[in-house]
């Protein structure tokens, strides 16, 4: 029996890189696919990929970017196939632009398309999985979140995703349905081009952003990872951020306080300032996603 039997999935952005990867992946497992997507040819073309290799599949065209939208999309995978047990949120623009260009438009694109997007459709998808006891909810991050020049709305957008998925696993545990988040690596290779599965985002201070891009392993890479957190073989994974790029798997760490000190009397600003020069010196990291040393001990310059 495949590991998905009998279970019905959603997937937004359905007709792009990763998503189609996503929904591919797991009707060969034997899910039902709802494939969504704004644009409705990459969405027909998925499902017509899944049917041509005798899975199940649909597309619905559409946009994720309100709740009424999240309810048409969950809606119709219930009308299809009688049910919905996962949601895979893989919808969303790239914006790319410095904060002094980034335009409100672009903040919105970014904010519309990857968070109310999220929000919309899991909170239909919720309702339904609670009627029915349970579910799995997979959202999608990036690794911009921690850190990636030029693309702060993007990065905004994903962390707040972030922060959604941990309140939601906790939130929705007690009705059994299990909401983690996939930080991929994944990029398009054209046919014929020699790709290595080998991760190249560990640290390292000497390669830019735009190396490690180049080197990044097929979307296909991914996919195993949305199949195993819509399975019950991960029915006591919740609320984790988990990254995924070709050789590489590993647990985003939860935000949380770290590197405590305690001051009895409270903490005025010499004993910050001594506090910063003294012991987070040597805990203060380079915010970004290349993760080089800290670069600013001396202050930073125009
Ligand atoms: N490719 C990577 O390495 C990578 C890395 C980190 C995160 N991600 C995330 O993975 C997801 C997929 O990325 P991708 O690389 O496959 O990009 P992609 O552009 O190929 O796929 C995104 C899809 O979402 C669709 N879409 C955009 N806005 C939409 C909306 N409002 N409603 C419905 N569909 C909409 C697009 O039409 C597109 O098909 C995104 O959330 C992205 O941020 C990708």
Not at 61 to 71: I, K, L, P, Y
Not at 170 to 176: F, H, N
């Amino acid at each position: 029996m495949k590991r998905l039997e009998g279970k019905a999935a959603v997937v937004t952005g359905g007709g792009g890189l990763v998503g189609g990867a996503f929904c591919r992946a797991l009707a060969e497992h034997g899910a039902n696919v709802l494939v969504n997507d704004i644009d409705a040819a990459s969405a027909e073309q998925v499902a017509a990929s899944i049917d041509a290799a005798d899975g199940t599949a649909s597309s619905l065209a559409g946009s994720v970017g309100s709740f009424a939208d999240g309810e048409r999309i969950v809606d119709a995978c219930v009308e299809r196939y009688g049910r919905i047990d996962c949601l895979v949120n893989c919808a969303g623009r790239a914006v790319a632009q410095p904060l002094v260009e980034t335009t409100e438009a672009d903040l919105m694109v970014a904010l519309s398309s990857h968070v109310i997007g999220h929000f919309a459709c899991a909170r239909r998808a919720a309702q339904h999985m609670n009627r029915q006891g349970g579910g799995s909810i997979v959202n999608v991050v990036s690794r911009a979140m921690a850190g990636w020049r030029g693309h702060s709305a993007y990065g905004a957008a994903k962390g707040a995703i972030l922060s959604a998925t941990i309140n939601w696993a906790l939130e929705l545990a007690s009705a059994g349905i299990r909401v983690n988040a996939i930080s991929p690596a994944a990029r398009r290779y054209e046919a014929g081009e020699a790709f290595s599965m080998r991760m190249p985002w560990r640290p390292d201070p000497g390669r830019t952003v735009a190396e490690m891009r180049a080197q990044t392993p097929p979307p296909e890479s991914v996919a195993p990872l949305a199949v195993y957190l819509a399975s019950d073989a991960s029915d006591w994974v919740s609320g984790q951020v988990i990254f995924l790029g070709g050789d590489s798997l590993a647990l985003v760490r939860h935000p949380m306080e770290d590197r405590f000190a305690f001051r009895s009397e409270g903490w005025d600003v010499e004993s910050i300032e001594q506090h910063f020069r003294h012991a987070f010196e040597t805990a203060v990291e380079w915010p970004s996603m290349s993760a080089g040393p800290y670069r600013w001990f001396d202050g930073i310059n125009p």
